[in-house]
């Protein structure tokens, strides 16, 4: 790998001489390969494989997959993430114990908002945001995969949370940097590294923590990270949260076999965790959590609660209550805690009912793309299900449909958007395909053919088919 000059100067003066070879050293192997499991749709400790330490669900591959030709992949069984990045888990874990309502500020494509969601106690809320508009589709696709419903993506600004005063319990910034941990994975990102794009990161980084801060609860937790090593990104923007914003950075136990190592600021001995690839196994990362002092703004009275359910449900009736009364056989009996109500656009969601006023206050401030999940679409007197509730363990109601196990072939020609033949017996109307037990989506048995409910812009595009497949034993 030819990496700059002024980025290893600057990696020496990091790590020192003798350490810095072997981080060199480390550059030029290839990285490893992780995946982490989805406990809503498999089983925890299903694979025997090494496990990432840090990570509940967290496994080592021996090497990549062909995870595009995998239908549990693409059913949302696993997410394939690097591993370094998993840690978020070990804060979560310490500081959040009760149901919160988390914001995830910069999160396409998506690896730590469907951790985090895995990972945050149940009952509480996550709001995904990616400013960049067309990166929050591949973010949607992957949370509607995901299939959790207390979910919201949004499409906004860092600037826009600031209206949101003292709102989330939990905020991770992961912030956009100068990717220097994401070297070897990708060549593109040593191209596009200079010690200017440098300055210009830790800048916005400031920007970016300084605009959202004001939606942060006093006591609440932010937790920044970024997947490149120098100190400014790192250590001084960490130093900056402290010494500017009053914050309280926290401390994570980690144990020494994890390779994790702390503060390369001189003088400083605040709590970082850092990833270095000849230390750990993943690639480079860093990670501090900081804590809201709690006299830093008058504490918001809580905001009582309402049950809307009776709301939504009298609002939405005169928007279909046909309609609305379908979606309703289809769900689960879990789902009495969810709301149903249609929008304007003919589309009925499921929304929990606990935090009806938290989305109001999203949607008079921010530009809400999804929230809950989508349970169907209305067409005249018929409602289409969506890919979403298939998605959905908890809230969908598998029974409501007669189901087809499809074998690998059919289930690869389903996500490609090909025309899949059922068997004779299979009723018409809308059936729920599953391969090996997992549901993959929906078609529409016209008799002699199916129609394919598949979404158009998540087909499997690659008209190839590799020689040998490899899949997660799952
Ligand atoms: N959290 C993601 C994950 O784990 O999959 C990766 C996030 S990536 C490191 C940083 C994200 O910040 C990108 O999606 C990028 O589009 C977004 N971003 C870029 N500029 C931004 C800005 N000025 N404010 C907020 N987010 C920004």
């Given at each position: 790998m030819n990496l700059p000059v002024s980025f290893v100067d600057s990696a020496r003066r990091l790590l020192g001489d003798v350490e810095c070879e072997s981080f060199i050293d480390a550059l030029s192997q290839p990285a490893p390969v992780s995946v982490r499991i989805n406990p809503l749709k498999a089983r925890e400790g299903v694979l025997e494989l090494e496990r990432v330490p840090w990570a509940s669900g967290g496994y080592y591959l021996g090497e990549r997959l062909t995870f595009t030709f995998d239908p549990l992949f693409h059913a949302g069984c696993y997410y394939v993430q690097e591993a370094s990045s998993m840690f978020v888990e070990q804060v979560v874990r310490r500081y959040v114990t009760d149901p919160v309502v988390?914001?995830?500020l910069c999160a396409a494509p998506g690896g730590k908002t469907t951790h985090l969601r895995s990972t945050l106690p149940e009952g509480s809320l996550l709001v995904a945001n990616e400013v960049i508009k067309s990166r929050v589709r591949v973010l949607t696709e992957n949370i509607v995969k995901w299939g959790h419903p207390d979910v919201v993506v949004t499409n906004s600004d860092p600037a826009d949370f600031g209206k949101l005063s003292s709102f989330f319990d939990v905020i991770l910034v992961d912030a956009p940097c100068s990717g220097e941990g994401m070297f070897r994975k990708d060549p593109e990102a040593v191209e596009a590294w200079s010690l200017e794009n440098v300055e210009v990161c830790w800048q916005r980084q400031r920007r970016i923590v300084a605009d959202v801060w004001p939606s942060l609860k006093p006591g609440g937790v932010l937790i920044y990270s970024t997947c490149t090593y120098n100190r400014k990104e790192?250590?001084?923007?960490a130093r900056w949260m402290r010494d500017e914003l009053g914050a309280e950075l926290l401390p994570v136990e980690v144990p020494e076999a994890w390779g994790i190592t702390g503060n390369r600021?001189?003088?400083?001995?605040?709590?970082?965790?850092?990833?270095?690839?000849?230390?750990t196994k993943g690639e480079g990362f860093f990670l501090t959590a900081a804590r809201k002092p709690e006299e830093a703004e008058e504490d918001a009275p809580p905001k009582k609660r309402k049950d809307k359910r009776k709301e939504e449900k009298g609002k939405s009736a005169a928007a279909g209550k046909a309609h609305l009364k379908m979606a309703g056989e289809w769900m689960s009996d879990e789902a009495g805690e969810y709301a149903l109500s249609a929008d304007d656009e003919g589309s009925v969601w499921a929304f929990p009912c606990r935090y009806a006023d938290e989305l109001d206050s999203l949607r008079r401030r921010l530009k809400v793309v999804y929230a809950g999940v989508s349970v169907g679409e209305v067409k005249g007197r018929d409602l289409i299900p969506?890919?979403?509730?298939?998605?959905?363990p908890a809230l969908f109601r598998k029974e409501a449909f007669p189901t087809e196990e499809v074998d690998y072939g059919q289930a690869v020609a389903y996500l490609?958007?090909?025309?899949?033949?059922?068997?004779?017996?299979?009723?018409?109307?809308y059936?729920?395909?599953?391969?090996?037990?997992?549901?993959l989506g929906f078609v529409k048995n016209i008799g002699n053919r199916s129609n394919n409910l598949y979404p158009q812009e998540w087909r499997i595009r690659s008209g190839y088919t590799p020689e040998e497949v490899k899949t997660l034993p799952l």
């Open positions: 988390a914001l995830d790192d250590e001084e923007n600021l001189e003088g400083e001995d605040f709590p970082v965790y850092r990833f270095l690839p000849h230390r969506s890919h979403a509730l298939a998605m959905c490609r958007r090909e025309a899949v033949t059922l068997s004779a017996a299979a009723p018409r109307g059936v729920l395909l599953t391969y090996r037990g997992v549901p």
